[in-house]
Structure formats: structure tokens, C-alpha cells
């Protein structure tokens, strides 16, 4: 077999450069140094909005369809308790229903309790007093309730929650309400 | 990311000084806080306005009526009173409450009381919870934050209404 002149051999006669290969340009360096200063300043900028809108109590009250609370600008941090919430077509207790406002809204008797969220909450404070809670603790929370009810919904409704929950012996009612920054 | 410092003092100009600040602990730092405050971030801004217990009932303070303090809502103004006899209508102006004069009226029977804080406040079927709300938040406002919230007719403070 005859010896032939070599053809051209890769990296010494195509120097392949983008590659960085063995080339005559291939030695020069690939690693391109990231600009991370924009991303640190967008970082620590985030963090501190963050900070700054954390809540050590976090989410006490869940928002629902139909519920829009009312405003005010006096207020005072919101406890765990249990939650009677009113809107304009039911009335829970914990989100289990108990009535529906309509009804209480046209009611002309003289019934002032609202029967079934007068048991539960019977039960609830039954529970309540069993519960292993520290007796201290027990003190400050005895009675206490959350009611949290749509900005439109009826007194008539209002004040007959109201006599349930002092029947029931939950007698420190928290309104709750969303928080404005003034005027009325 | 580098720090660059004029190393004179050694004596050797010349040579490099630049120091690479390892950022990446930094970034792992803030992306977990980042994620932790997120998940944990409670976007509704709520709060609580507190009743005390008034009238019978558990826990309910017996007040002496002498200088119990009452606001009662009803669907087209406030009635403001004392036991001792005083008592006021706000009416709406231009279908709204009159909050200003809300204001006055608390104001001024409150300071005819020293140093009591408290005022019961009813309202009327028909109001809506809005109303009732701005009335405690204005009771609050103008030194009565020891609300106790009542039926119309446990109000200590009989507003003759025709």
C-alpha cells in the first residue's frame, strides 16, 4: 500500500476555535463571571418587604365568598378563638352551618336564641373546659370568640348572634374587621 | 463581585489585591428566607374591635346607671344619652350618619363622666353591621374603648322614640 502525504487532521489544520480546542485560539478562557449584584439588591429588597408584612400570629381568619368585612381604624391584634362568621346567606360556627340569616332577618317571634349554634357552642365550651390547657391561659381565653360578619348584613341578625353566644357563656365578643388607614 | 484595596503599606506595588466575596451562602440565605416569609405571609390585613360583657348575663358589669353612657343606632340617626337625663339625636345628614357629630356628643358626655371609659352601644333591626362598626371605632376614637355591645332594649339609657 503506498505511503500518501497526510490531509488535514483535526485541531492542528481546522483549529476549531469555538470549541476551544487544541487550536492556536484555543487556550483562551470560557468562564464568563456572572453579574449577581441586580439579583442580590432584588433579593434583600424582598426580604425586607417580607419582613416587614410578617405576621407572628399568622392567619387567623380565612376570606370567603361573600364575606366583606367591615372598617375601622381603632383596633386591636386578633386572638385564636373560635368563629361564628355571618354573610348574607348563612351563619357558621368553626364553618360548619348553623341557620341562614334570612330566616332570622324575617322572623317575628319572640324566640331570641338561635337553637342549633347555642349547642354547638355549648359543646364547644364543654370541650373547652376539659381541654389541657394551662389554668392561667384557660382565664384569658374563657368566653372569647371571634365573629366576624359582611359589613351588610342586619342588627336583627346581629343582636340575635349576640344573646346566643352570652347564653352560651361566650360573653367577650371580638369583631372583627379589616383596618383602614382614616376617615370614615 | 470583587473588593479591591490600595495595598501600599506592604511595599510590593503592583501586585493584585482583588479579593472574590463567595456570595453564594449569601443567595442560599435569602432565597430560603425568601421562601419561608412568602409561604408564611398573611396578605388580609385584620383586626379585632373587643366587647366587654354589659348588662345581665355571665360576666356582665353591673354599671351604675347614674352615669352609664348609651348610643343606640337606628336606621336614620344616633341617639346619644346619659342616665342622668341627657340625651341626643344625631340625625343622618344627606343619608349618611353624622359622624362628626358622633364625635361631639361622645366627646362632650364623656368628659361630663371624669374618668370613665365606657359606653354601651345597640342597634336597631334594619342597621346595617357597617354602621354599628364606625359607632364603636368613633366611641373609640373619643376615649371610650371599654364598649359593651347590647340589645336595643338592655340599653341603660331610655331613648324616647316615637
Given at each position: 500500500?503506498?505511503?500518501?502525504?497526510?490531509?488535514?487532521?483535526?485541531?492542528?489544520?481546522?483549529?476549531?476555535?469555538?470549541?476551544?480546542?487544541?487550536?492556536?485560539?484555543?487556550?483562551?478562557?470560557?468562564?464568563?463571571?456572572?453579574?449577581?449584584?441586580?439579583?442580590?439588591?432584588?433579593?434583600?429588597?424582598?426580604?425586607?418587604?417580607?419582613?416587614?408584612?410578617?405576621?407572628?400570629?399568622?392567619?387567623?381568619?380565612?376570606?370567603?365568598?361573600?364575606?366583606?368585612?367591615?372598617?375601622?381604624?381603632?383596633?386591636?391584634?386578633l386572638k385564636r378563638a373560635p368563629i361564628i362568621t355571618i354573610t348574607m346567606?348563612?351563619?357558621?360556627?368553626?364553618?360548619?352551618?348553623?341557620?341562614?340569616?334570612?330566616?332570622?332577618?324575617?322572623?317575628?317571634?319572640?324566640?331570641?336564641?338561635?337553637?342549633?349554634?347555642?349547642?354547638?357552642?355549648?359543646?364547644?365550651?364543654?370541650?373547652?373546659?376539659?381541654?389541657?390547657?394551662?389554668?392561667?391561659?384557660?382565664?384569658?381565653?374563657?368566653?372569647?370568640?371571634?365573629?366576624?360578619?359582611?359589613?351588610?348584613?342586619?342588627?336583627?341578625?346581629?343582636?340575635?348572634?349576640?344573646?346566643?353566644?352570652?347564653?352560651?357563656?361566650?360573653?367577650?365578643?371580638?369583631?372583627?374587621?379589616?383596618?383602614?388607614?382614616?376617615?370614615? | 463581585?470583587?473588593?479591591?484595596?490600595?495595598?501600599?503599606?506592604?511595599?510590593?506595588?503592583?501586585?493584585?489585591?482583588?479579593?472574590?466575596?463567595?456570595?453564594?451562602?449569601f443567595i442560599d440565605l435569602m432565597s430560603c428566607l425568601v421562601a419561608f416569609?412568602?409561604?408564611?405571609?398573611?396578605?388580609?390585613?385584620?383586626?379585632?374591635?373587643?366587647?366587654?360583657?354589659?348588662?345581665?348575663?355571665?360576666?356582665?358589669?353591673?354599671?351604675?346607671?347614674?352615669?352609664?353612657?348609651?348610643?343606640?343606632?337606628?336606621?336614620?340617626?344616633?341617639?346619644?344619652?346619659?342616665?342622668?337625663?341627657?340625651?341626643?339625636?344625631?340625625?343622618?345628614?344627606?343619608?349618611?350618619?353624622?359622624?362628626?357629630?358622633?364625635?361631639?356628643?361622645?366627646?362632650?358626655?364623656?368628659?361630663?363622666?371624669?374618668?370613665?371609659?365606657?359606653?354601651?352601644?345597640?342597634?336597631?333591626?334594619?342597621?346595617?353591621?357597617?354602621?354599628?362598626?364606625?359607632?364603636?371605632?368613633?366611641?373609640?376614637?373619643?376615649?371610650?374603648?371599654?364598649?359593651?355591645?347590647?340589645?336595643?332594649?338592655?340599653?341603660?339609657?331610655?331613648?324616647?322614640?316615637?
Open positions: 500500500m503506498p505511503v500518501h502525504v497526510p490531509g488535514p487532521e483535526l485541531y492542528n489544520s481546522i483549529p476549531f476555535r469555538h470549541l476551544g480546542g487544541k487550536g492556536k485560539q484555543g487556550k483562551k478562557g470560557v468562564f464568563a463571571a456572572l453579574n449577581l449584584t441586580a439579583f442580590v439588591d432584588m433579593m434583600t429588597m424582598l426580604v425586607v418587604f417580607l419582613l416587614m408584612t410578617f405576621s407572628a400570629s399568622g392567619e387567623i381568619l380565612m376570606s370567603q365568598k361573600g364575606l366583606d368585612l367591615p372598617q375601622a381604624i381603632n383596633k386591636d391584634q346567606d348563612t351563619i357558621n360556627f368553626n364553618g360548619e352551618q348553623m341557620a341562614d340569616p334570612r330566616n332570622i332577618a324575617s322572623d317575628t317571634s319572640l324566640e331570641w336564641k338561635i337553637i342549633e349554634l347555642y349547642e354547638r357552642l355549648k359543646v364547644e365550651h364543654a370541650q373547652f373546659e376539659l381541654a389541657p390547657i394551662d389554668e392561667k391561659q384557660k382565664e384569658s381565653l374563657r368566653g372569647l370568640l371571634i365573629l366576624q360578619a359582611d359589613k351588610n348584613v342586619d342588627a336583627k341578625v346581629l343582636n340575635r348572634v349576640m344573646k346566643t353566644a352570652y347564653a352560651a357563656e361566650y360573653p367577650n365578643i371580638m369583631f372583627a374587621i379589616a383596618q383602614r388607614a382614616g376617615g370614615h | 463581585m470583587g473588593v479591591s484595596a490600595d495595598d501600599g503599606a506592604s511595599g510590593r506595588a503592583g501586585k493584585a489585591v482583588d479579593v472574590e466575596v463567595n456570595v453564594v451562602p416569609l412568602l409561604v408564611t405571609a398573611v396578605w388580609s390585613n385584620l383586626a379585632q374591635i373587643r366587647t366587654t360583657p354589659r348588662g345581665p348575663g355571665p360576666g356582665g358589669d353591673q354599671a351604675p346607671p347614674a352615669l352609664a353612657l348609651s348610643v343606640l343606632v337606628t336606621v336614620d340617626a344616633h341617639w346619644v344619652g346619659l342616665a342622668t337625663g341627657d340625651r341626643r339625636r344625631i340625625p343622618k345628614v344627606g343619608g349618611e350618619y353624622d359622624w362628626a357629630g358622633l364625635e361631639n356628643a361622645l366627646g362632650e358626655l364623656r368628659r361630663t363622666r371624669g374618668d370613665r371609659h365606657d359606653v354601651e352601644i345597640a342597634a336597631d333591626d334594619g342597621v346595617a353591621y357597617q354602621a354599628v362598626i364606625s359607632t364603636m371605632d368613633t366611641a373609640i376614637a373619643e376615649g371610650l374603648p371599654d364598649i359593651g355591645y347590647l340589645d336595643p332594649p338592655l340599653l341603660s339609657v331610655r331613648f324616647g322614640r316615637p
